[in-house]
């Protein structure tokens, strides 16, 4: 019996997103692999869950005002996140595919955006059927100077496995 016979069966969504993020006017490209599974519905309500984790990955970008500080901007910044997509409505309605995501994340370092290795990872997007498009911010909510964040806007292409 091999290793998939012995999980149980979960569908998966796989999106592999890419787009621009900014750190205040400071722009810089940024991609995502982010895994979806099986949607469940909270109680007797409208809204529904679904785990995801992402892998990311943030470029750095030269700012000179920031080069001799102790978080520069200069090094890219990969990240681990996971999560909940959190959806309202029945799966065949208009704004089912609209979603917002709450995830926590860690970093493989610190900048001026990110400057602790804890982060909160916020979305809001919609997803069809083979395309997602989302709006993205990570920040440490205020929990370490300095904390100036990236917002960044994704197109993704999705798989289903």
């Given at each position: 019996?091999?290793?998939c016979h012995a999980l149980p069966a979960a569908a998966a969504r796989i999106e592999v997103q890419g787009g621009r993020?900014?750190?205040d006017s400071y722009g810089t490209n940024t991609a995502f692999v982010e895994a979806v599974l099986d949607e469940?519905?909270?109680g007797n309500s409208n809204f529904s869950w679904s785990p995801d984790v992402s892998l990311g990955w943030i470029n750095g970008r030269n700012v000179e005002r920031f080069r001799y500080r102790h978080f520069s901007t200069d090094h890219a910044i990969w990240l681990v996140a996971g999560g909940a997509r959190l959806h309202y409505g029945e799966p065949g309605d208009w704004y089912h595919q609209l979603y917002?995501?709450?995830q926590g994340a860690l970093l493989s370092g610190r900048s001026q955006a990110l400057s602790s290795t804890g982060q909160f990872v916020?979305?809001?997007g919609w997803q069809g059927q083979r395309w997602s498009f989302q709006i993205r911010h990570?920040?440490?909510a205020g929990l370490h100077d300095p904390n100036r964040g990236e917002t960044m806007a994704l197109v993704g292409l999705a798989f289903d496995i």
């Open positions: 019996m091999g290793l993020s900014y750190m469940h519905r909270i917002y995501s709450l916020n979305t809001v990570l920040s440490n």
